[in-house]
């Protein structure tokens, strides 16, 4: 190759990479950026209501499945019982049962031999957790998690950022009773009984105290919630705090909560509460609500928590349908009902099934005690329960059992003083 050539040769090469160069830098930076930008993976929640039986495998199934599937890690945090390594070992042992490998992290109050101050500053634990893909919280008290997860100036502990690191990186947090109050921001603590509650009201590190917050701060979770008649206390504390949203879970029953969808799972339902539109009467030093908005949600039913929209399961879509108004509505149901006892074991879940299913545009439910002993024995509430314009609700026995989705019952509580003539005999 002579000089000539030689130097068109070099002029051309330097054209074309002057070409390349840029290209692929530019095609390199992209790439960068794709990876940098590539979302990680959606957080999960499994709220179970307490009372989870180790048989029911729809909901450990689930919990397993958010974890990764088949074989994914899971620490089993036993910080509220009262008997950790025995309540933990029940939980190890339904976990394996259902295919995943959960892990025993001894981080409790009392009853262990580790010390849980050391225990949740310790690197293998913490370090054991980060390895995980889920976290589940055994039932017991939930203010034995908080009082071991946060520090005495209420600092997360290094083991519950590791805990919030499993959770934002996509993990699923399960965890049923103690393990569903920790999930929002405020959670009950030492309450008494619910009557107690609507008449003596809360107090900030008494009956409430902060939770670990998983679900937000926006949201109000509550446990063991049909079957104990939970539904009262939560409007008290919700009122206090300033939540305009609650969802309550029943025993044997979780609350699946991803991308802002909570789904019901498992044996029975959930209540949400919706306060956004309700008003008090403050001239009244008793507690008082007007116009509170429940939707009772069943078994595959899913609820939106940013839009609130429901998003009825299939079998009650292809179901009955129950429009309170529409002009050729045949309820079920053609009587009047009262209820004496409306904090009774399951009582306001009968009445929604009832009152969407029934002639009856309203129905009174009553809270009192007959307890000479109580300092107010006199002071009771009226539960108004009333249908609304978008009052709905579907039915189906498609499951084995009878089934209802109920939407949009509208609430009215009222202080009451009770008399001495509750009933009178009817003369000859």
Not at 66 to 85: E, F, H, Y
Not at 145 to 155: N, W
Not at 259 to 282: C, F, H, R
Not at 352 to 372: H, R, W, Y
Request: hydrophobic share 40%; aromatic share 10%; proline share 4%.
């Amino acid at each position: 190759m002579n000089k000539r050539s030689w130097f068109v040769f070099v002029i051309v090469a330097i054209a074309v990479l002057i070409r390349v160069i840029p290209i692929t830098l530019a095609n390199s930076q992209e790439t960068v950026k794709t990876v940098q930008s590539s979302p990680l993976p959606s957080p999960s929640l499994v709220i179970a209501g307490g009372n989870l039986r180790f048989d029911n495998a729809e909901v450990f199934q689930k919990i397993i499945e958010l974890a990764g599937g088949k074989g994914a890690k899971i620490a089993v945090l036993p910080t509220a019982s009262g008997n950790p390594i025995k309540s933990g070992n029940y939980s190890i042992e339904a976990l394996k049962k259902y295919g995943a490998e959960p892990i025993l992290i001894p981080v409790a109050v009392n009853n262990i031999d580790v010390d849980y101050q050391e225990a949740v500053q310790d690197y293998k634990f913490i370090k054991t957790i980060e390895s995980c893909k889920g976290v589940f919280f055994t039932g017991g008290s939930q203010e034995r998690i908080t009082e071991a997860l946060y520090s005495k100036t209420g600092e997360k502990t290094p083991l519950l950022d590791a805990i919030w690191k499993i959770y934002k990186k996509g993990g699923v947090i399960a965890g049923t009773s103690a393990g569903a109050a920790i999930m929002s921001d405020t959670m009950f603590r030492e309450a008494n009984n619910v009557l107690s509650v609507l008449k003596y009201g809360v107090s900030e590190g008494k009956e409430i105290d902060k939770g670990l917050g998983f679900i937000g701060n926006d949201i109000f979770i509550d446990q063991h919630f049909f079957i104990r008649g939970r539904f009262a206390r939560s409007l008290v504390a919700m009122q206090k705090k300033g939540y305009t949203l609650g969802i309550g879970v029943d025993e044997n029953t979780a609350l699946v909560v991803k991308n802002n969808i909570a789904e019901v799972v498992g044996y029975k339902g959930a209540l949400v509460m919706d306060l956004s539109n309700s008003t008090t009467n403050p001239s009244l030093k008793e507690f008082n609500l007007k116009n509170v908005k429940l939707t009772y949600l069943d078994r595959g039913d899913k609820f939106n928590l940013q839009t609130k929209e429901v998003i009825v399961h299939s079998l009650k879509l292809a179901g009955t349908k129950l429009e309170p108004n529409h002009p050729k509505y045949q309820p079920h149901f053609n009587y009047q009902k009262l209820y004496a006892d409306i904090l009774a074991n399951s009582a306001i879940a009968d009445l929604m099934f009832n009152l969407i299913d029934n002639q009856q545009k309203e129905v009174i439910g009553l809270a009192f005690t007959n307890i000479a002993e109580d300092e107010k024995p006199e002071l009771g509430f009226e539960f108004k329960f009333k249908k609304g314009t978008d009052s709905l609700g579907y039915f189906t026995s498609a499951f084995g059992s009878e089934d209802y989705t109920v939407m949009n019952i509208y609430l009215d509580v009222t202080p009451i003083r009770m008399t001495d003539k509750l009933y009178e005999y009817i003369s000859s």
